[in-house]
């Protein structure tokens, strides 16, 4: 396996290679068509080059583990905003998630919500593509406007238009308090009235998820300031008092968990299939999930209904089927865009699918065009996006 | 500013041109006579001018097709042009380009709140999205200077940004979807109403990217509901070095403000003279801008001016109410407009590492006795973004040149501290020859071949962005 140390190392690796690279960081997220390539892992490309908390921008290599960041933040009392999932769970896989990692699967977790994605809160790259030139986009601070944004491009991109060398953030300062609110016994269009009610409000929730099943709640968490975040607790409680019975988790530690397991979808760990699908709350909890029925025993929402987990053990490639249709269909998805994207399946069945949501003629054409342009030989994580 | 020289074979298609674009507009939606083009010559960076062959007005998507599809037949570039308020010289045209206008295109298509959207025509000034929501409880974000004149299109072009978005973000973080039409007429779906679409990030791509890529004729927007409350204090200070420092504290404190405005001397100075709004005279002035319930506010208030104080300010006025929080803004609200009154100022707008402030003032008044102007520099501390004003007279010869290179200097100490040329005005023709101070070859290579892939003949808005010799051989093509 090639594992560079620097930058240039991984440009000359690149450049050199004569035939396709199976690109990655840590290993802990294998999404997208199984690639047949030479390895090419980044985790000794790893360190914090810069991070300046009162500007509130970090700087770090792209094997960098996210675990070590998320350290460095703390100790200044600063996060990744965006709450990164950890796939390790849901994937049951090994190894240690790198910050590169992040940005080439735009991994963003239930905050993303109310603050942005990783995409959002990314505001540099340097990579090399796939002739082997060093590039960079966008920089370390805030506010760049100069030139096209290739930052977006990247990040999302799965390493098929470069491989990731650097990545600076903004990162955000850490609330001193959070609650979550709970509302029991709430399904279908109640949960989504009680997170629309919720996201619609100004008393900032910043995760607001539903789980369905035996004990169906929907969970709607505040940070903050203390004085604020009691305020707002008591304001959205008499907003959804009419909804059913509300019950407040206090305690830093079980709100850490709680959100954790959340992020990280620990309720469909045991599923062999899992799908991840990005429609319009409403779209998603009036129109997708009833036209499933049946298909929909094993979710979980997030992002006030605009995100929807779904597992199942059986059936996969048909259920694949119908979901990435179903998302193309003005009639269940009037707002257009989203996707349905497989997240977790064997390898046979990764193979044998789109495993990312097919396109749209013209966007297509683009996309083809960009990789085309950025990797001419075709050798970077070839296939994986389809 | 150098502009490729016409081309003499499309000067000589217009009147074919024309009589084919008049074909599928309705009457009067071409404008070709040459007194009536001259109104399409500039946008706000008014020192540039030039009238364009014709512009267009065209009132739907598939009108803009039509021209676009006639044009890239033709091989006629295109200009788009949003409400033509660009500093940068986004919208300028050529003498052998068409005018692409999108002010018929204003209405809203859709509001959806309970799913936080709202699906607009582009040519829609950016004041007025807000205003279709605002009685129901609702905004939109992102708030440029110029955003009662402004049109969504041009927000889109240059991912324009504004005073509040240390909270909210800029364009990019609110902008859903888009419908663009290519340069061949092609019309495409890229994102949606949902938080994000599947495959590589087109959208992000597309924004700020200068109207290079496609004409944007519908966006859907990201609304939130609006706040509360809002209110600012006012703090001034005898040193650069230490507001710098209050701005570092305050957010190293986990406050997040929505607003962190800094202004210095030569600024507090001229708008003091002109709008009197009681600044105290020192070297340095912040205004911070919180957001939330009544109580809510004091609480991130009280913080905030307990670590003013630490600081030995030499003013410190909190907000109690409306009227005090007017005359907290009247002063910053008129800073441009109190430049303006002294002298023809040009505005820059480079962004640097907040740490990095100190220095770049210091620098920036050296270099002001260096080049002979004077020099004001209104700043959006909470994110790097600088304003400096430089002062010169457009009548005396040879001051707007002076200016221009003060100006590229300042620009360049930007890049040299870490920052960049550009932070929410975009590169147009203003910036396009400082763009290999920030960038190597490759890097400009790099997103020029993103040009080629959705405008292989490089006709939508020529001579933007990329210096022309690093483009030549692809405009050539």
């Known amino acids: 396996m090639m594992k560079p140390k620097t930058e240039a190392e991984l440009a000359d690796m690149v450049g050199a290679a004569s035939g396709p690279l199976h690109v990655f960081g840590g290993g802990t997220r294998p999404i997208g068509h199984p690639v047949t390539g030479a390895a090419l892992g980044l985790s000794d490309m790893s360190g914090i080059v810069d991070y300046e908390p009162g500007a509130l921008t970090l700087v770090a290599k792209a094997g960098t583990p996210v675990a070590g960041i998320e350290a460095a933040l703390a100790g200044e009392g600063q996060r990744l905003a965006f709450e990164p999932m950890d796939h390790r769970v849901l994937l049951g896989t090994s190894g240690t998630p790198t910050i590169g990692g992040v940005v080439a699967a735009n991994v963003s977790g239930p905050r993303r919500v109310a603050v942005g994605a990783a995409r959002d809160f990314l505001l540099g790259v340097r990579f090399v593509d796939g002739r082997g030139r060093v590039l960079k986009n966008g920089g370390r601070v805030m506010k760049n406007v100069t030139g096209y944004d290739l930052v977006k491009l990247l990040a999302g991109s799965h390493g098929t238009l470069g491989v990731l060398s650097e990545v600076s953030f903004k990162v955000l300062p850490t609330p001193e308090a959070v609650r979550t609110l709970v509302l029991h016994g709430v399904t279908g269009r109640d949960a989504l009235d009680a997170m629309t009610r919720a996201i619609t409000s100004p008393f900032e929730v910043s995760g607001a998820a539903h789980l369905p099943g035996d004990d169906p709640r929907v969970l709607l968490r505040i940070e903050g300031f203390a004085g604020s975040v009691a305020y707002r607790v008591d304001r959205l409680k008499a907003l959804l008092a009419d909804l059913g019975e509300i019950s407040v988790i206090d305690t830093p530690e079980e709100n850490a968990a709680l959100w954790r397991a959340i992020r990280d979808v620990e309720a469909l760990k045991d599923r062999a299939a899992v799908w991840r699908i990005s429609m319009t709350p409403g779209a998603m909890m009036t129109g997708l999930l009833p036209a499933l029925g049946d298909d929909a025993r094993h979710v979980q929402l997030d992002w006030a209904g605009g995100l929807c987990w779904l597992g199942a053990d059986t059936g996969a490639a048909e259920l694949h089927g119908r979901l990435q249709a179903l998302v193309a269909d003005r009639d269940v998805n009037a707002g257009g865009g989203g996707h349905a994207t497989l997240i977790k399946g064997d390898e046979a069945l990764r193979a044998s699918v789109p495993v990312f949501q097919p396109q749209p003629a013209p966007i297509a054409a683009l996309s083809e065009g960009l990789r085309d342009r950025f990797d001419p030989r075709g050798i970077l994580n070839p296939g994986l996006m389809g | ?477």
């Not at chain 2, 081309?7 to 599928?24: I, M, Y």
């Not at chain 2, 994000?196 to 087109?202: I, V």
């Open chain 2, 1 to 477: 500013m150098e502009m490729p020289a016409p081309n003499p074979r499309v000067l000589s298609l217009k009147p074919r041109l024309v009589e084919r674009l008049q074909a599928v507009l309705p009457a009067g939606a071409v404008i070709h006579d040459e007194a009536e083009t001259r109104a399409y010559e500039c946008d706000a960076l008014t020192a540039y001018a030039c009238p364009p062959l014709c512009a267009v007005l065209p009132a739907t998507t598939q009108e803009v097709s039509d021209v676009l599809r006639i044009c890239h037949e033709m091989g006629v570039p295109v200009v788009p042009r949003g409400a033509g308020t660009s500093l940068a010289g986004g919208a300028l045209p050529t003498a052998d380009s068409v005018i692409l206008g999108v002010a018929r295109m204003n209405a809203v298509l859709e509001t959806d709140y309970d799913n936080r959207f709202i699906r607009v025509q582009t040519g829609r000034t950016n004041l007025s999205v807000t205003g279709a929501v605002e009685a129901d409880g609702f905004f939109y974000a992102p708030d440029p200077s110029s955003q009662l004149a402004c049109a969504i299109a041009g927000n889109i072009a240059m991912n324009s940004g504004g005073a509040h978005c240390l909270k909210y973000g800029v364009t990019t973080n609110n902008l859903l979807g888009v419908t663009m039409v290519m340069m061949d007429g092609t019309v495409a779906e890229i994102g949606g109403a949902c938080m994000d679409a599947g495959g590589y990030d087109l959208l992000g791509l597309v924004c700020g990217s200068e109207g290079q890529l496609g004409v944007v004729t519908e966006a859907t927007l990201r609304i939130l509901p609006k706040p509360e409350g809002a209110r600012p204090v006012l703090m001034g200070y005898d040193s650069n070095e230490v507001a710098g420092q209050v701005v570092s504290d305050i957010i190293k404190a986990g406050v997040l403000p929505v607003a962190i405005e800094f202004m210095d001397r030569p600024c507090i100075r001229a708008t003091e003279a002109f709008a009197k709004a009681g600044y105290p005279d020192c070297e340095a002035l912040l205004i911070v801008e919180v957001e939330g319930s009544d109580a809510e506010i004091d609480e991130q208030l009280g913080l905030i001016t307990q670590i003013a104080r630490r600081h030995n300010p030499v003013e410190l006025r909190e907000s109690t109410g409306p009227e005090e929080s007017a005359r907290i803004w009247l002063g910053r609200k008129s800073a441009f407009g109190a430049m303006g009154q002294i002298n023809d100022y040009m505005c820059l707008d480079g962004t640097i590492p907040v740490s990095q402030l100190p220095y770049v003032l210091r620098r920036i008044g050296e270099m002001s006795k260096e080049y002979g102007l004077d020099v004001g520099n209104v700043f959006h501390a909470g994110d790097g973004n600088m304003h400096p004003l430089i002062l010169f007279d457009a009548n005396k010869p040879g001051d707007l040149e002076l200016c221009e290179a003060f100006g590229a200097d300042i620009l360049r100490l930007c890049v040299e501290v870490g920052g960049c040329l550009t932070g929410e005005h975009g590169v147009g023709i203003e910036k396009r020859d400082l763009m290999v101070d920030q960038f190597g070859p490759d890097d400009l290579d790099i997103q020029m071949a993103v040009k080629d892939v959705f405008d292989p003949k490089w006709l939508l808005n020529p001579a933007k962005v990329f210096p022309l010799q690093a483009s030549q051989t692809r405009r050539a093509a």
